[in-house]
């Protein structure tokens, strides 16, 4: 029996080795079906894999990082083992997968299902999908896993298939070909070897009929294809056209033999494409689709355009190349593929843009939907949660938002259960979070056949408006404390034209009572000539008009000045219903204005004339004061910013910056900034002090004034940036990359990400700079600065030290493997040929990598081991790379 195993994997491994894709790129064809599984089944991850002796390759993989894994770990070893459809709903809860380092480590294995794919008869790999939460697998999903199976093994031998039909061509070409020559040799011999024709003739006859068979034998296979096979000679004309072809292009084959492909099937704007392509294959042999599977566009007999897929072969024939291929019509296939992509993009959108929260989960209680709306309410994402720690782990509680939800009186697990909530009240409170007052309602899910799939709420997020009403309420109360104490006259007058509410303030001015006043008509409340200064104002506001005058009034031999205002009041269809009366005494406030006239004017005239910008903010945050240097800086007239905040009167570019300082400012700090202000091409660095206006302790406003500092900013730039640059490369140098690593072990110590060093330098620089000069060796620095540049982030810090010598400091790493990416990437750059000076130079770097250990970094550890390592690269070869740890030698 151990030897008929033996035998069968050896048979099988054989099959995986004749497929040849072991270890080949990613290739479309099959990364289609990885992401359809993934959709289709709703699953994270989705993969074609490949089982050898001894790991499992993944040709495919959706929502995966890594290549391989060993067998000895891999489910689809089972798969493979079993030759048919293996499931695993809860790897976690199977005693064959509980400990399997790929269900307790990533990527976190909960269940799995594969179909195997066969090559020659053997299992050689599987289709598969794996979940990271356990759910249930139904024969409806197994048979669709074995149908989507059947697509990838059939693009899985396609090559071997198109491959085997092409090289039986061109054996049987190889045939025909040595058969001539044998009978070229035999007639030469005809005179010496009389007594051996009857015999060669016998053998031809029995050659010719061999061929006829095996002619007839592939004519048969091309036949009955139903893939479209289509041959051309070398000028391009067809020679092969089977019934598929006439299918899928509609030109009968008598229609079709002997015309030109390309006026046939070749979209207008290909032909010359097509027409120079066959030309060059002819004379060279060289073709970029020959022996690879293409999509292309071509036309039918009917001038409809589709999409076919395709797999080109070569052969030559009587000493002239020619070609077919056969041809797939994937019109259909890649609208559908679209659609569903465009449903699901629709659906994903509709449910993260939407101001209400949708909850999901399966038949079995798994979350299977958490939009924006309900993450932002929870302050968290869906979990593997059971039913039961709902209300814990989510902060659910009844309408009060204090008693604590039970675990039945959950809406989705109402919902589960096969209840329909409608607008059930509740509350989530999620600690160190403000609580929000929800109506949940929620339906099961069910399937044509009523199976129970799963249960949706919907939550209406009513907060706000619950919060509305009570300040409404609290609204209300106080405008009636507050009518009381302004120092107005306030009353309402009704359409009639008498009044419904008057304050006291407003019986005291009428020196009537009460009862003398609420209910009659306004005209009893004044003089005839008093009420006919009023007439027209009240006309105007009967007629649906504000109207605002000042009238002065003489009592006890003083002119007393008011400011008078009628407001109309609308009744619900917009007609004029009444309206309210308010009248200020502004006696004082107009013998003030006289003075503070005066007082303007001065203070105007002083700060207009001084080359900075002075303005004041009144205790709305608006402009209530700026000078007229604003027109120069700003281009913007003082006069059209008053009343608008620094941000709607400058815009956010402007106010930013200004932000931090303005608010400590508001806070009773005086406060000063450094920020950029730009008009017509012009930057000027602009200091800001911000000086609070305190009275009783409030802050009532802020002044603000600004100076222009453009000239010593860029004389104090410039010194820094000579300080801290090589002027050749215009990186940072030496003393600017110390500083940097200085604050990176700063930021260690304050719980930041690990960072860490790459200590490069020129694979034999000095050898380019005896040959060709030291102008070249810089020139050569230059590009090499400039390609290190562009493969590392905008946040990592390139340094030049010192001649050939550089450094990159890494940000935020979070393992060994983030590093290695990039130490490939900047290897991978460096090895395209250096175009300068008129020349192409090959060049190389080595790096070495210091990664801190422990979560802290100490500079010189760091820089000691990224030179340890820059040596262990050397040793191990140029042009290659080495990592260690701080405390790890090579």
């Known amino acids: 029996m151990l030897m008929t195993k033996t035998i069968s994997e050896t048979s099988r491994l054989a099959a995986l080795t004749a497929l040849d894709l072991l270890d080949t790129r990613p290739e479309p064809r099959f990364d289609r079906y990885t992401r359809l599984a993934a959709m289709t089944f709703g699953v994270p991850i989705a993969l074609i894999t490949l089982v050898d002796d001894k790991r499992q390759w993944f ?16 489910f689809c070893a089972h798969t493979v083992a079993q030759c048919e459809t293996f499931v695993v709903e809860d790897a976690a809860a199977d005693p064959r997968f509980a400990g399997n380092p790929l269900v307790k480590g990533e990527p976190h294995v909960r ?47 396609q090559a071997r298939v198109t491959t085997a039909r092409v090289m039986a061509e061109q054996a049987l070409k190889s045939l025909n070909a040595e058969l001539e020559q044998r009978v070229t040799q035999r007639t030469a011999e005809l005179e010496a070897r009389l007594a051996d024709l009857t015999t060669e003739i016998a053998q031809r006859k029995a050659a010719e009929t061999l061929l006829r068979d095996a002619e007839s034998w592939n004519r048969t296979i091309v036949a009955t294809s139903y893939s479209a096979f289509v041959g051309a000679d070398p000028e391009g004309r067809i020679t092969e056209w089977n019934p598929a072809a006439e299918r899928i292009f509609g030109w009968r084959r008598s229609e079709a033999v002997g015309r030109s492909l390309a006026d046939l099937i070749v979209p207008e704007e290909l032909r010359a494409a097509h027409v120079e392509g066959m030309r060059r294959f002819t004379q060279t042999g060289f073709s970029t689709v020959v022996d690879r599977q293409v999509e292309l566009p071509a036309l039918t007999a009917s001038g409809r355009r589709i999409t076919v897929e395709m797999k080109v072969g070569a052969y030559e024939w ?5 070609i077919g291929a056969f041809i797939d019509d994937v019109s259909e296939r890649n609208r559908t593929r679209q659609q569903l992509d465009e449903k699901q993009e629709l659906l994903d959108a509709v449910l993260e843009s939407i101001d209400v929260a ?13 939009n924006k709306k309900a993450r932002m309410l929870h302050g968290l994402d869906r979990a593997c949660v059971k039913t039961a720690d709902w209300p814990t782990h989510y902060a659910l509680y009844e309408a009060d938002g204090h008693t604590p939800l039970a675990p039945d009186e959950v809406p989705l697990a109402r919902v589960l259960r096969g209840e329909v909530v409608r607008e059930q ?3 989530i409170a999620p600690p160190g979070r403000p609580a929000a007052t929800l109506l949940a309602s929620g339906r ?14 919907a939550m209406t997020d009513i907060t706000e408006r619950n919060t509305a009403r009570e300040q409404l309420e609290a609204s209300e109360r106080r405008l009636r ?13 009704n359409a009639a034209g008498k009044f419904v509410f008057l304050n006291g303030r407003a019986i005291q001015f009428y020196g009537k009572a009460a009862e003398a006043l609420i209910g009659h008509d306004v005209r009893d409340a004044y003089s005839a000539h008093e009420y006919a200064k009023l007439e027209p104002h009240l006309r105007r506001v009967h007629a649906g008009e504000c109207s605002t005058f000042e009238d002065v009034i003489e009592v006890n031999g003083r002119q007393l000045h008011y400011q008078c205002m009628f407001v109309p009041q609308r009744a619900l269809d ?15 406030r107009k013998l003030s204005e006289l003075r503070q006239a005066e007082s303007e004017e001065r203070l105007r005239t002083i700060t207009d004339n001084v080359p900075v910008l002075i303005a004041h903010l009144d205790a709305d945050r608006r402009y209530a004061f700026a000078n007229a240097v604003h027109a120069s800086w700003l281009g913007v007239p003082p006069e059209r910013i008053l009343g608008l905040t620094v941000e709607e009167a400058f815009g956010p570019g402007f106010y930013a910056p200004q932000a931090r300082a303005l608010e400590q400012a508001w806070l009773g700090n005086a406060s000063q900034c450094e920020h950029e202000i730009v008009r017509k091409n012009h930057t000027r660095i602009a200091h800001s002090t911000f000086l609070p206006q305190i009275r009783d302790g409030r802050v009532l406003g802020v002044y603000i004034l600004t100076t222009d500092a453009t000239a010593s900013r860029m004389h104090e730039r410039s010194l820094h940036a000579l300080a801290h640059t090589d002027p050749l490369t215009q990186l940072p140098n030496r003393r600017r990359f110390e500083q940097a690593l200085e604050g990176a072990a700063n930021r260690s110590r304050q719980g930041d990400r690990d960072c860490a060093l790459l200590y490069l330098d020129v694979d034999f620089f000095k050898q380019i700079n005896d040959r060709y000069g030291h102008a070249t060796g810089d020139d050569v620095l230059v590009e090499f600065a400039r390609r290190l540049r562009t493969s590392v982030r905008s946040t990592d810090l390139v340094a030049r030290l010192a001649g050939d010598e550089f450094t990159v400091l890494l940000h935020d790493v979070r393992s060994d493997a983030d590093v290695e990416r990039v130490a490939r990437k900047i290897l991978d750059a460096i090895a395209q040929p250096f175009a300068v000076a008129g020349r192409t130079l090959k060049v190389g770097t080595t790096i070495g990598i210091g990664l801190a250990s422990g979560g802290s970094v100490d500079p010189r550890a760091l820089m000691e081991t990224a030179d340890r390592a820059l040596y262990a690269a050397k040793e191990a070869g140029r042009h290659t790379y080495a990592v260690l740890h701080t405390g790890e030698y090579a």
């Open 59 to 74: 040709k495919s993989r959706c929502g995966l990082d890594v290549e391989q894994t060993a067998r000895e770990d891999a």
């Open 111 to 157: 269940f799995y299902a594969g179909q195997p794919l066969f090559c020659d008869g053997h299992a050689v790999g599987t289709l598969c999908i794996v979940d990271r939460n356990p759910r249930r697998f139904d024969d409806a999903q197994r048979q669709c896993l074995r149908d989507l199976a059947d697509l990838v093994q059939v693009e899985l031998n």
């Open 318 to 322: 009587q000493s002239r190349r020619c």
């Open 358 to 370: 949708v909850v999901a989960c399966d038949a079995e209680g798994s979350l299977t939907l958490f």
């Open 425 to 427: 009240a509740m509350a």
């Open 444 to 457: 099961p899910l069910k399937s044509a056949n009523g199976r129970m799939l799963g249960a949706v709420v």
């Open 481 to 493: 404390a507050i009518t009381e104490n302004l120092p107005a006259l306030i009353g309402k007058v």
């Open 574 to 588: 917009g007609t004029p219903d009444g309206y309210y009366a308010m009248a200020f005494d502004m006696t004082a």
